[in-house]
């Protein structure tokens, strides 16, 4: 079983880009000493600027003690060579590029550093451990362990075991995630795109489609899904609204709508998501340019609202029915 009270040890993260820095911040505010490396120069050094900002959005909505944040940067650290990275950590967050030679490279990379009891995790988001673990000396303590983008913000991850992981390595990396407070699900076995990225791509495939085919607007797509579907699934799954949605619960609500759902499912309007075609359809009518600016602007509003929600969903926590 996973034990949940983990104490905070030293990680590593491998690739400070998006997903990296941010794993940095989850374990920053859980009081680990994290190391940052990447290949790039500079890129470790600076991700470090973002960990403290994300400490200070924490902060300014209740979720970490503004004092204590000297203390964690103190403990956060960008060292100049991958083997002080990985020196005598009890956790590794590989977050290298999702390109399969580099994955590969960077896991020969980190196996040979890393002390041979420190369990390694990749982000990867849909390339499965098999694919560039098999060579490894130190195997058995590899896993995938796939978050959503930001994970300081959304605590989902996914724990995919190659077929020669070790189970206690994945019951320990389970411990370490709860005890830093994400939410880790296991993939029972090595599925392409284990289970969030299939889920995703399923409704892309009809959100580009129903756009592409002249059903709907995009801002109407958006609508549909952020105060209609969203505003549920930020609480409850889909098996759990379907069990509200009749008065038998799921079996109830199979019988009502099961037929239905099943011949929308069947047909798709479309395969292509994310086609040229497509794309050009929802850019048509999309009210701004796609500009790096914009990105970054509109990231920071997503984080604070993502912050706010964190600190929603943990004063209010899950049905316990
Ligand atoms: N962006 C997302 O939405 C998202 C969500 C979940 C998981 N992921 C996964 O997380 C991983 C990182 O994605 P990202 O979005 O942060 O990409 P990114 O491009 O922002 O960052 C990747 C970083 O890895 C560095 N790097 C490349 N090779 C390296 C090596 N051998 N050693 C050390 N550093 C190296 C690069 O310099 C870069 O800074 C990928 O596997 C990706 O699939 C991404």
């Given at each position: 079983m996973a034990d949940e009270t983990a104490a905070p040890g030293t990680v590593a993260i491998i690739g400070s880009g998006l997903i990296g820095r941010s794993w940095a911040t989850a374990f920053a505010a859980a009081g680990w000493q994290v190391r940052l490396w990447d290949a790039a120069p500079g890129v470790a050094e600076s991700a470090l600027g973002k960990v403290a900002a994300g400490l200070a959005d924490f902060a300014a909505h209740g979720?970490?003690?503004?004092?204590?944040i000297p203390d964690a940067m103190a403990r956060a650290s960008a060292p100049p060579s991958l083997a002080e990275a990985l020196a005598g950590v009890d956790f590794v967050q590989e977050s290298t590029s999702e390109v399969p030679e580099v994955k590969r490279q960077a896991a020969s990379a980190i196996d040979a550093a890393a002390p041979p009891e420190a369990i390694i995790c990749s982000s990867t988001?849909?390339?499965?451990a098999s694919r560039f673990t098999e060579?490894?000396?130190?195997?058995?303590?590899w896993l995938v362990g796939h978050p959503v983008n930001p994970p300081h913000l959304v605590p989902i991850v996914e724990l995919c075991p190659a077929p020669w992981t070790d189970p206690d390595a994945v019951d320990r990396a389970q411990a370490i995630y709860q005890s830093i407070g994400q939410v880790p699900v296991r993939v029972l076995k090595e599925t392409d795109g284990f289970i969030l990225n299939r889920l995703q791509a399923a409704l892309l495939r009809e959100a580009f489609a129903l756009v592409a085919d002249g059903v709907c607007s995009p801002d109407d797509l958006d609508k549909t899904i952020k105060d209609g579907l969203g505003l549920r699934w930020s609480f409850m799954g889909p098996f759990e609204t379907g069990e509200l949605n009749?008065?038998?619960g799921l079996p109830d609500y199979g019988k009502r709508y099961g037929e239905t759902l099943k011949r929308l499912s069947a047909r798709p309007?479309?395969?292509?998501?994310?086609g040229p075609e497509q794309v050009a359809a929802v850019m048509a009518q999309w009210?701004?340019?796609?500009?790096p600016e914009r990105v970054a602007e509109k990231t920071g509003w997503r984080d604070r609202r993502l912050t706010a929600l964190k600190a929603h969903k943990r004063a209010e926590p899950d049905s316990p029915l």
């Open positions: 979720l970490f003690d503004a004092q204590a988001s849909a390339i499965v060579h490894l000396p130190h195997r058995a303590r009749a008065p038998g309007l479309s395969n292509a998501a994310f009210p701004g340019a796609q500009t």
